[in-house]
């Protein structure tokens, strides 16, 4: 099955610098790749996502480029805000129908 | 408009016991998934329904299972608990797997 690694684990940035999680997939036929926040305690939730026929989207402070080539997309964060720390994810639907997760990385962003 | 709700929100088992999680999604949505998620090992893909019919299902064993209603309401069951098997289980639906799914709060499963 799809296996999707996510890079890094944990990540601390300064407010207002820019944060860069990136994620690596193995089945070339994978076609939509979400991005998921979880704060402490809550559901995960979808901020962006991304389908193979694009390379970059944007909304307002967050952008996700995906290079279908080398199968890795990323998430970029700018101008972090301390609301921004959380536990991000990333997916990537195979050719089946299981969207797979990876690990996620827990951003932490300080005042 | 209602959100998913999973039921019930906490649950405490014996190991060897058998337990069934239920999850409502949002009205319209006939795409549901099901993931365990345990903090070493993030979100792990269960299965994912679609209209009744299982369309994947992930590497777990035979003691997980599922199923999926006619209104799109679905549940899981774990039979023959392991201490293993303790974690958040999360329900999550959406119109298709590529369009985004919306999860639920999710039901603590502690095994004792």
């Known amino acids: 099955g799809e296996n999707v690694e996510q890079h890094p684990s944990t990540l601390s940035v300064q407010e207002g610098d820019s944060a860069v999680i990136k994620c690596t997939y193995s089945d070339s036929a994978s076609n939509y790749f979400p991005w998921y926040k979880q704060e402490l305690g809550k559901r995960p939730q979808l901020i962006i996502d991304?389908?193979?026929?694009?390379g970059e989207k944007k909304d307002q402070r967050i952008a996700v480029t995906l290079n279908k080539t080398a199968k890795h997309f990323s998430l970029h964060i700018t101008e972090t805000q301390p609301e921004d720390s959380a536990v991000y994810f990333c997916?990537?639907?195979?050719?089946?129908?299981?969207?797979?997760f990876g690990k996620g990385t827990s951003l932490l962003v300080t005042p | 408009k209602a959100g998913v709700t999973q039921t019930p929100r906490y649950l405490i088992k014996t190991r060897g016991q058998q337990v069934t999680l239920s999850c409502s999604p949002i009205s319209g949505h006939r795409s549901v998934s099901w993931y365990q998620q345990t903090p070493g090992q993030g979100l792990q893909f269960l299965f994912e329904?679609?209209?009744?019919?299982?369309?994947n299902k992930g590497n777990f064993p035979g003691r997980f299972s599922g199923r999926q209603f006619s209104n799109s309401r679905s549940e899981m069951n774990v039979s023959t608990l392991e201490l293993g098997d303790s974690a958040l289980y999360l329900c999550?639906?959406?119109?298709?797997?590529?369009?985004?799914?919306?999860f639920g709060s999710g039901t603590r499963l502690t095994v004792v």
């Open positions: 991304i389908r193979s026929n694009v």
């Open positions: 997916a990537a639907k195979d050719s089946g129908y299981a969207l797979n």
């Open positions: 999550a639906s959406s119109f298709e797997v590529s369009y985004g799914y919306t």
């Open positions: 329904y679609f209209s009744e019919t299982q369309r």
